[in-house]
């Protein structure tokens, strides 16, 4: 029995339905996902490399289906797939659209865009995170590379929904490295609606200042980042590179100088909500994170205090 599909196969069951396998469009650690077609619908399949999934995933991936997407930005899981040739098993998805770019590829300036589009796609990310949270499910993963937004218009697409579980229930995905709440890090909590609150407030944080909350001199003194570096400035000693009440991790100018130049650029209201993310929501992580609404509301009110040049078009506060 073969482990993947070929392009230009029909593959499926009687009972999951038939899919043309078009094209491959990327490979990661669980398995490949490949662009399909059922019956003229342009569609995503994701089909998991045999052994890489636990037990539970199939079985976690079947009520994901089954409970349905908390929002049309979610590329959700639409169907559990199952072929008698192949081993193992995969699920179809709505196929991303290529208005969309990866927020790895926004950081490293490969595409412009504009602080209302951001303020939008801040927004938005705080409104579908809700939106999953409320029907009592937890990510357990959110980092750039599952994140896509619209460049333009700040529309959203979130990706890799199938690692999302119940909230309070294990999970064989514990996060992703520097987007990892500390408790996590340590060792002390399975991921919850609390740990993606922290990993959201972590990649709001990469949009608006273009490098990570707790990479300052600390990081900067560590010749080797390993698994114990990783462990001491994300969980055992975090540090907000602004806190007001200790300076030991200020950005170091000429190498961490994105978050230096942009902490100046923004509005009070939005450095004391980063703010209080970075110190009270580390301290008690129970009480102190920033909760979804909130960031609507800071993003809202971003949005409305953004001014345009009348000569240039350009934006500022």
């Known amino acids: 029995m073969k482990e993947m599909p070929n392009v230009g196969e029909k593959i499926g069951s009687s009972e999951s339905g038939f899919y043309l396998v078009e094209k491959e469009l990327g490979e990661g650690g669980q398995g490949a996902v490949y662009q399909v077609n059922c019956e003229g619908s342009p569609m995503a399949l994701k089909w998991f490399f045999p052994g890489k999934t636990p037990p539970e995933h199939r079985n976690n991936l079947d009520r994901l289906i089954t409970k349905g997407s908390p929002s049309g930005s979610f590329l959700w899981p639409e169907a559990l797939i199952t072929d008698p040739d192949i081993d193992n098993y995969g699920y179809v998805m709505p196929l991303y659209s290529d208005r969309f770019i990866g927020l790895g590829d926004l950081l490293k300036r490969k595409v412009n865009t504009t602080f209302k589009a951001t303020a939008k796609a801040g927004f938005n990310l705080a409104h579908n995170f809700l939106q999953l949270h409320s029907k009592g499910l937890c990510y357990a993963d959110i980092n750039l590379g599952n994140v896509r937004i619209e460049p333009v218009t700040g529309e959203?697409?979130?990706?890799?929904?199938?690692?999302?579980?119940?909230?309070?229930?294990?999970?064989s995905v514990v996060g992703t490295s520097r987007f990892k709440a500390p408790e996590i890090v340590m060792g002390k909590s399975n991921p919850n609606i609390q740990s993606d609150l922290f990993s959201l407030s972590v990649l709001l944080f990469y949009m608006f200042f273009y490098g990570h909350p707790l990479d300052g001199q600390k990081e900067y003194d560590v010749h080797v980042l390993d698994v114990y570096a990783e462990e001491k400035l994300y969980g055992k000693e975090p540090?907000?590179?602004?806190d007001p009440d200790d300076d030991s991790n200020r950005p170091v100018p000429g190498y961490q100088d994105n978050p230096l130049v942009f902490w100046q650029t923004y509005p009070q209201f939005i450095k004391d909500i980063f703010t209080r993310a970075f110190t009270e929501g580390i301290r008690d992580p129970e009480h102190g994170r920033v909760r979804e609404t909130e960031w609507q509301d800071a993003m809202l009110r971003l949005h409305d205090s953004i001014i345009c040049c009348s000569n240039c078009g350009s934006q500022n506060f």
């Open 156 to 171: 959203v697409q979130i990706c890799d929904n199938d690692n999302c579980i119940f909230n309070g229930e294990r999970s």
């Open 239 to 242: 540090v907000f590179i602004f």
